[in-house]
Every structure is written in structure tokens, then in C-alpha cells.
T-cell receptor, first 116, second 114 residues
Framework: GAVVSQHPSWVICKSGTSVKIECRSL??????MFWYRQFPKQSLMLMAT?????????EQGVEKDKFLINHASLTLSTLTVTSAHPEDSSFYIC????????????FGEGSWLTVV | GDSVTQMEGPVTLSEEAFLTINCTYT??????LFWYVQYPGEGLQLLLK?????DKGSNKGFEATYRKETTSFHLEKGSVQVSDSAVYFC?????????????FGQGTILTVHP
């Protein structure tokens, strides 16, 4: 079964509102998680590295104030899309690193965000 | 910078045909290389990986060999099935403290017909 779970799988929100996506490691502790964004029929683009207990590291071109990342525990990272706009509609997917399993990377199932 | 280039798709094959999806990379060091598969509406699943030159990763009939001399990691399968229809991503991790920060290729859509 899945070892990294994302929630919600699907979300529709109104333009201007904020939406939170959760990424949980189910049976291991993940000090580091990663958030990616995927546009339809395109590749995954790394948005940020989420570090437990410290600030996230954002990739160039990603707005920190728009995509808020919080990694408050060893099993949970959250991505909040603030003041969402239709162009934020995308597939967001997280991954988590299991240090004690040879740094194996597990991906979540992804979350579809549609902003209307 | 580090990058991954995959052959452009989509690729359409008949069942039991031979599959090759080309992947080449650029990196300053010696990266670990991965193939991920994404089925419709789902997240990514690791298909196979190789961590050093000449390593061969294999899983579910798929194989890929890490070729340092040609900076390639082509994915092959001798006989594809309809259930192999998915998007395939080649990826690399170049090292450093942020292990898991992957660079992906653009993805190749594979459709297998009965």
C-alpha cells in the first residue's frame, strides 16, 4: 500500500481563496519532503524542498508567499496555495525521503487543484 | 545545469512489441538515475534505478543500463502489454545533501494496443 499519502486527491476552490494540501509519510519519519507541480502532459517541476523544523527551500521562480510550505512534524508537510487563481490549477505531488531505507524516495498519489 | 532529455512521444505499440524509450542526461558528477511510471490519474511509482556506471536496473520486465560513456539510461522491454500504457519519466539525482531532489525528463506517453 501507499507509504506517502496526499490529501485531498481532488479539490476545487474559488479564485481568491486559499487551499491546503497535506502530504503524510505513513510508516516512516521524513525529515525532508519535496513538492512538485505538474501541468497537463508535461513533466514535474520541483517547487520546493520541505525541511522538518525549518524553512522550506524554494526553487527559482516559485513565489514563497503564494505557496506556503509547513513541515511541522516528521510525518507531515503541508502546501498552502494562497489567493489561488485559475493559473494555479495543476497537479501537485509530493515525495518523501526515508533515511532509514537507503534514502528511498516515495511519491504521494498527487492532488488535483482546480481554481474556478 | 543538470538536465534529463527523453525521446518525444507519444509512443504507440501493439501488444508484445519491443519497447525502447531513450533517455540522456547531463550532470557535473555521477548521478543516480531512475525511471518512474505514472498511470492515468495516479502519482509516480519507481520502476527501476541505477546508482553507478554499468549498473542495470530491472523490474516487471523493464530494464535500463547506466551508460556513463554515452550519458544514457534507455528503458527497454522485450514484450509490452496493454497494462504498460502509462507515462514514463526518466530522472536523475545529482548528489549533495538534498537527496531526493530529482530532475525529471519531460515524460513519454506510451500507449499499447491489443
Amino acid at each position: 500500500g501507499a507509504v506517502v499519502s496526499q490529501h485531498p486527491s481532488w479539490v476545487i476552490c474559488k479564485s481568491g481563496t486559499s487551499v491546503k494540501i497535506e502530504c503524510r509519510s505513513l510508516d516512516f519519519q521524513a525529515t525532508t519532503m519535496f513538492w512538485y507541480r505538474q501541468f497537463p502532459k508535461q513533466s514535474l517541476m520541483l517547487m520546493a524542498t520541505s525541511n522538518e523544523g525549518s524553512k522550506a527551500t524554494y526553487e527559482q521562480g516559485v513565489e514563497k508567499d503564494k505557496f506556503l510550505i509547513n513541515h511541522a512534524s516528521l510525518t507531515l508537510s503541508t502546501l498552502t496555495v494562497t489567493s489561488a487563481h485559475p493559473e494555479d490549477s495543476s497537479f501537485y505531488i509530493c515525495s518523501a525521503r526515508d533515511l532509514y531505507a537507503g534514502n528511498t524516495i516515495y511519491f504521494g498519489e498527487g492532488s488535483w487543484l482546480t481554481v474556478v | 545545469g543538470d538536465s534529463v532529455t527523453q525521446m518525444e512521444g507519444p509512443v504507440t505499440l501493439s501488444e508484445e512489441a519491443f519497447l525502447t524509450i531513450n533517455c540522456t542526461y547531463t550532470a557535473t558528477g555521477y548521478p543516480s538515475l531512475f525511471w518512474y511510471v505514472q498511470y492515468p490519474g495516479e502519482g509516480l511509482q519507481l520502476l527501476l534505478k541505477a546508482t553507478k556506471a554499468d549498473d542495470k536496473g530491472s523490474n516487471k520486465g523493464f530494464e535500463a543500463t547506466y551508460r556513463k560513456e554515452t550519458t544514457s539510461f534507455h528503458l527497454e522491454k522485450g514484450s509490452v502489454q496493454v497494462s504498460d500504457s502509462a507515462v514514463y519519466f526518466c530522472a536523475q539525482y545529482a548528489g549533495g545533501t538534498s537527496y531526493g531532489k530529482l530532475t525529471f525528463g519531460q515524460g513519454t506517453i506510451l500507449t499499447v494496443h491489443p
